[in-house]
C-alpha cells in the first residue's frame, strides 16, 4: 500500500541494527530558520493556523528534505495539540509563546478533563500524517511525537511557560492525588493520540520531556518518568510490518538516563550536558542514543561545527545505536547554511564509526 | 576587635567540622516573600538604590535574622555589581530582570574592560558588609558573595537575562579566545572584590554559578569551572584566625560535583535535582554540601514541608559537612511562616545525624 522504505538508516539505528553511517536529522528542523518556512507561516496567517492546517502542515514537514540530506521527517506540529484538543483555550502570542486561557488550577478543573478523540478533536494531526506519508513516497521515516504528560502538564496548570513551575509544584507537593489523576487523563489522552498518529503512518515516536529536568530525582521517577513508562508500555510499537521505535527525551534528564533506559522505550534523547561517551556508559547498551549537538555550535562557522561533530561522533564512538541530532530544537536565527554544514559533516565523518562502511 | 562568635555551626560544618545539628540558611533570605523587605525597598525606591545604601542593604540582610534562627546571615546584594562597577548599565526594569544598557560583545568591548576597584567603585557594598558585621555583634557569620565569572559574563554579553545564551555561546563557539580575555578581566576582577570583602568582614564566601548548567561538559571545565578555580586558589581563606570556607555552586551542575569538588572550595552547593546521597558519593567525602530542598516545596502545607526536610536530612546522612538550604533562592510569592515551618524541622530533625547530640 505505501512506496518502500528508500532510506530506513533511522529505523534502524533506533534499534541498534548496523548502519553504513549515523543517521541525521534535526528537532525543529521544519521551523523559523528557513525561509520558505517562514513564507508558510506568513500564508498561514498564525502558528495554530499551520498547525491545524494538514497542507500546510505537510508543507513546512517538507521543506528541510529539500534544501538538505536528512534521514528523518518529523511531523509538523506542537506538543501543546491535546490541551488544545481538551478546549483549554490555546493561544500562541506573538514573541509571548503559548499560553492555555483556562488553567488547569482544583479538582474541578481536573474533573472536566476528557480524553479527547483524535479521530474528531485531532483530526487536522492524523490528516497531516497521512499526507505527508503520502508525499514523502517512501524517501525517509516520519517521526510522529507528543509531549510527555508532565511536560504538557506544565502548561496547563500554569497557563503557559513557566521558569519555576510554581502552580504545578505547588500542586505536586500539596495535591498529588489531584496531579496524578491529571496525568493520568493526559497519560490516555497521549497513548490514543500516538497510536493515531502511528494508525496514519508515523513510523518512529518521540515522547517530548521538556521540562522533565525541573524535578527532583523522586518527583521526576513519580511524576514523569512512570507516565513516559506507561506510555512506552501502551503505545503501538509495530504497524506495516516493522517495529516503531519510541525515543523517549527528557531535557536536563542526563542523570537519570540510567532509570530512563529501563522505561520501555527503543532510545533516548540526550542533550549536551551530558556526553554520548557518560550516556552510552550509564545506559549499558540498552537503548540508541539521540543527539546531542549544542544547537549554539551552529552559530559559529562551519570549520567549528565541523570539529563539534567530530567530537559529539568521537563522543559516541564506534557501533551501532547513535542517531545524529542537536540537544533541543534548532535557533530561529541560525544560518540555513550551517545547518547544511552539519549534516554535510555527519555524512562525511560518520562512516568510520560502523562497522559495514560507506 | 569583634565580638567573639556566638553561633559558629555554620563555618564549622562547611569544614566538615563536628556540629551539634544541621545549619541552616536560606538562598535569598533576605527578600520579596518578607513584608519587611518589601517596606525597605520602597523607602528605597528601586532595587539598584537597596542595593548601593550600605544603611539600607544592611537593614533587610538582618530582617530574616530577626524573624527565624538562622545560623547565617548572607550580604544582600546583586551578581551584577562587578558589571555596574564596569559602567556597562546596569538597569532592573521591574518585571523585566536586569538589563545591560552597553553589551560586550566584540574585541573593542572585551579591550575596554577593566578591573574596578573595590575600594572606590564597589565601595558600598564594603561598607555594607562592615556594617552588617557591626550590626550583627557576633550573632552568627556573614557570608559574602559573587557571581561566577561565566554566569556574570552571560548577562554582560547576552545583555540581560537569557534562556538560550545565544551571544556569549556564539562567542564561546566563534572567537573563544576573546571570550577567555573577558572572563579573565572578570575573574580578576571577582578575586579582589572578594579579597576586599573578606577585609571588610565576610566570614564564609560563596560563588554562584547560575547558569554553568547551560553548558556543555567540556565548555563547562573550560569557561565556567577553570575561573572559579582560579578564584578558590586566590581568594583569601583566612581571616581574623579563622578559616574562610568558600562554597561553590553551579544550578544544574549535579553531574559535574566530581570535578567541582577537586577546584580548591571547602563546600559545593547543590540544587534539588540531585540527591544529596548521590552528591555524597560522587564527592567522596572532598567537600562539605549545602542544599538541597526545591524551593517550591514551601508552597506545601507545614507538614509536607515537614516531610520533604526529613527527606534531605535523610539523604544526606550521618555524618558531618551538610549546611541545610533551598536548592535555589527562596521565591517570592512564599508565606513567610512556611520557611518558619523548614527552618524548624531543621533544628527538630538534624540532631539525630549528628555525633555531638542535642
Given at each position: 500500500m505505501s512506496a518502500p522504505l528508500a532510506n530506513d538508516l533511522l529505523l534502524r539505528a533506533l534499534l541498534r541494527e548496523p548502519t553504513p553511517r549515523t543517521p541525521v536529522w534535526m528537532m525543529r528542523q521544519a521551523g523559523r530558520?528557513?525561509?520558505?518556512?517562514?513564507?508558510?507561516?506568513?500564508?498561514?496567517?498564525?502558528?495554530?493556523?499551520?498547525?491545524?492546517?494538514?497542507?500546510?502542515?505537510?508543507?513546512?514537514?517538507?521543506?528541510?528534505?529539500?534544501?538538505?540530506?536528512?534521514?528523518?521527517?518529523?511531523?509538523?506540529?506542537?506538543?501543546?495539540?491535546?490541551?488544545?484538543?481538551?478546549?483549554?483555550?490555546?493561544?500562541f502570542e506573538a514573541g509571548e509563546g503559548p499560553k492555555i486561557a483556562r488553567p488547569v488550577r482544583t479538582a474541578a478543573d481536573v474533573d472536566a478533563l476528557f480524553v479527547p478523540d483524535p479521530a474528531s478533536d485531532l483530526r487536522y494531526v492524523i490528516d497531516a500524517v497521512a499526507l505527508i506519508r503520502r508525499e514523502l513516497g517512501?524517501?525517509?521515516?516520519?517521526?510522529?511525537?507528543?509531549?510527555?504528560?508532565?511536560?504538557?502538564?506544565?502548561?496547563?496548570?500554569?497557563g503557559g511557560g513557566s521558569r519555576t513551575f510554581d502552580h504545578i509544584k505547588r500542586m505536586m507537593?500539596?495535591?498529588?492525588?489531584?496531579?496524578?489523576?491529571?496525568?493520568?487523563?493526559?497519560?490516555?489522552?497521549?497513548?490514543?493520540?500516538?497510536?493515531?498518529?502511528?494508525?496514519?503512518?508515523a513510523q518512529a515516536l518521540m515522547v517530548f520531556d521538556t521540562w522533565g529536568g525541573a524535578l527532583s530525582p523522586a518527583t521526576y521517577r513519580e511524576f514523569s518518568l512512570r507516565y513516559m513508562a506507561y506510555i512506552a508500555a501502551e503505545v503501538t510499537r509495530e504497524n506495516e510490518g516493522r517495529r516503531v521505535p519510541l525515543v523517549l527525551f527528557t531535557k536536563g534528564g542526563g542523570a537519570w538516563l540510567p532509570e530512563m533506559a529501563a522505561a520501555g522505550a527503543d532510545a533516548l534523547g540526550v542533550d549536551w550536558t551530558t556526553d554520548l561517551a557518560t550516556a552510552r556508559a550509564a545506559t549499558a547498551g540498552k537503548v540508541a542514543l539521540q543527539g546531542n549537538?549544542?544547537?549554539?555550535?551552529?552559530?559559529?562557522?562551519p570549520k567549528v561545527i565541523e570539529a563539534e561533530v567530530a567530537r559529539v561522533l568521537a563522543s559516541f564512538g564506534h557501533g551501532e545505536g547513535h542517531v545524529f541530532n542537536l540537544g533541543h530544537g534548532i535557533h530561529q536565527d541560525v544560518d540555513p547554511a550551517h545547518a547544511g554544514a552539519m549534516i554535510a559533516a555527519v555524512h562525511a565523518l560518520s562512516p568510520q564509526y560502523h562497522r559495514e562502511e560507506g
Open positions: 530558520y528557513l525561509p520558505e518556512y517562514r513564507a508558510t507561516r506568513a500564508k498561514a496567517g498564525s502558528f495554530l493556523a499551520l498547525c491545524t492546517n494538514p497542507e500546510l502542515a505537510c508543507e513546512v514537514t517538507l521543506q528541510p528534505l529539500e534544501r538538505y540530506p536528512l534521514d528523518a521527517a518529523i511531523l509538523f506540529s506542537d506538543i501543546l495539540t491535546i490541551p488544545h484538543a481538551m478546549k483549554l483555550g490555546l493561544e517512501g524517501r525517509v521515516p516520519l517521526i510522529g511525537f507528543a509531549g510527555s504528560p508532565w511536560t504538557v502538564g506544565t502548561y496547563m496548570v500554569e507537593y500539596g495535591e498529588p492525588a489531584l496531579l496524578h489523576k491529571m496525568l493520568e487523563v493526559v497519560t490516555r489522552a497521549t497513548i490514543e493520540y500516538l497510536n493515531a498518529q502511528v494508525a496514519a503512518g549537538l549544542d544547537p549554539c555550535v551552529l552559530y559559529a562557522a
